[in-house]
């Protein structure tokens, strides 16, 4: 079980570090599905009962946790194409 | 217990292909590797025995996501030094060590939290089952026991889907992209199959691992497939707008199934006694067709043009 743990709290960091730092709009994307990833099994690690089943409350949490954040990552980069667009559109006018 | 090892293993893994993906130079390979990583945790998921969140995660994190990604996050013209600049060491030092220090804290949290106390929903959930009208747990909760939950999530889908379209877009010009023979020989030989797939995970979900969401994954992936060999449904374009009025669909059913429950029962979501079955599988099929739609439109949402054609 601690070996979960210690993978989920290694993609929390480094996907926090990756959101923070990362000059790639796509890259920060990616980093903050990597920090959603550790969330979700942080969750489901620390959520197992003796015989090591998952409990089906957390577990329909990640799955619907995994949908949110297609959704979000579509929306994000849905904002960066426009901002590019936007950018092109007055270098144009220059 | 015996499947300790593999999940460790996979853990380990799944880390260093993050930090690989987050600061290689290159940036085809960081959206490649960010499938990997989602297959490589799919993998982790089902060692686990998380068997709903494994087909999910290898159908939206790792298919779906990769596509949307491969589509929309290409180098853009003149902009390829965004890219540089990111340490291109592949495993830089300052990553590596913040994840070492993370799987510390991590590996620490057990021992701190009480590890003799068991998970606390899985017994209620259990009880409850045979009153549920279906014999999964995790699709019991979803459609059920936290049918709320559910939908506003189907309700967050469609907050996304409407913040990313705009009136007077146009479709990409992505369609058809890999249209040629071997493409449209695959589309043929894996469009069937997928629907086929499809049709049975929503079916099973009553009873084994499976469901709307899992299913409605696969479809989208399907439809983002017929997209690219530019196929057609029904002599219809797969972008067609007729198709984007479909997400709306789950939502409504789900209101009305909500409200019927509010009339009948007194509050919102309860099911009539008995017939719990009936509702949660029309409410599955609905929510199915909706969400891979939803999937879909914002997968053409974030690739489309700007300005009208």
């Known amino acids: 079980m601690s070996g979960l743990t210690a993978a989920a709290g290694a993609l929390l960091f480094v996907g926090l570090h990756g959101v923070l730092v990362l000059v790639d709009p796509v890259r920060r994307v990616l980093a903050a599905n990597v920090f959603g990833s550790g969330v979700l099994l942080l969750l489901l690690a620390l959520c197992r009962d003796a015989d090591g089943r998952v ?33 092109d559109d007055s270098d144009d006018s220059d | 217990m015996s499947a300790e090892p593999i ?36 993998l982790l998921w089902a060692a686990m025995g998380a068997s709903d969140v494994a087909l999910a995660e290898v159908a939206i994190g790792a298919g779906l996501s990769g596509a949307l990604l491969l589509g929309a996050g290409r180098p853009r013209r003149g ?22 220090l993370g799987a510390a804290l991590g590996a620490a949290l057990p021992v701190a939290l009480d590890p003799s106390s068991p998970a606390p929903l899985t017994e209620p959930v259990r009880t409850a089952l045979p009153r549920s009208g279906v014999e999964s747990p995790v699709t019991a909760v979803l459609l059920n026991f936290r049918g709320y939950d559910t939908l506003l999530e189907v309700g967050v889908l469609v907050a996304a889907w409407l913040g990313a379209t705009r009136p007077g877009s146009r479709p990409e010009p992505d369609e058809g992209r890999f249209a040629g023979d071997v493409p449209d020989l695959l589309a ?7 629907a086929l797939v499809a049709g049975y995970v929503v079916w099973a979900g009553s009873r084994w691992p499976g469901g ?37 669909l789950g939502l409504l ?51 489309r043009r700007r300005g009208a054609a």
């Open chain 2, 79 to 100: 902009r390829a030094d965004d890219c540089r600049g990111q340490g291109g060491s592949g495993l830089a030092a300052v990553p590596l060590l913040l994840g070492l």
């Open chain 2, 253 to 303: 059913v789900f209101g009305v199934c909500a409200a019927a429950g509010l009339v009948r029962r007194g509050h919102l979501l309860a099911y009539p006694e008995g017939e719990a079955g009936g509702w949660i599988l029309v409410i599955e099929l609905a929510m199915t067709v909706s969400l891979a739609a939803l999937l879909l439109a914002l997968y053409h949402a974030v690739l």
């Open chain 2, 188 to 194: 043929r030989l894996w469009l069937p199959l997928g």
């Open chain 2, 7 to 42: 999940e460790a293993l996979l853990g380990a893994t799944v880390v260093l292909i993050a930090i690989r993906l987050l600061w290689t130079a290159d940036a085809f390979e960081a959206l490649v590797g960010f499938m990997v990583f989602g297959l490589v945790l799919s």
């Open chain 1, 55 to 87: 409990d089906p409350v957390p577990q329909s949490m990640a799955l619907t946790g995994i949908v949110v954040s297609f959704a979000a990552t579509a929306l994000a980069l849905f904002f960066m194409r426009s901002l590019d667009a936007h950018v």
């Open chain 2, 212 to 248: 709307a969401f899992q299913s409605a994954a696969l479809l989208a992936g399907m439809a983002v497939l017929l997209h690219l060999v530019g196929g057609r449904v029904g002599g219809l374009p797969a972008s067609h707008p007729l198709f984007a009025r479909l997400p709306v």
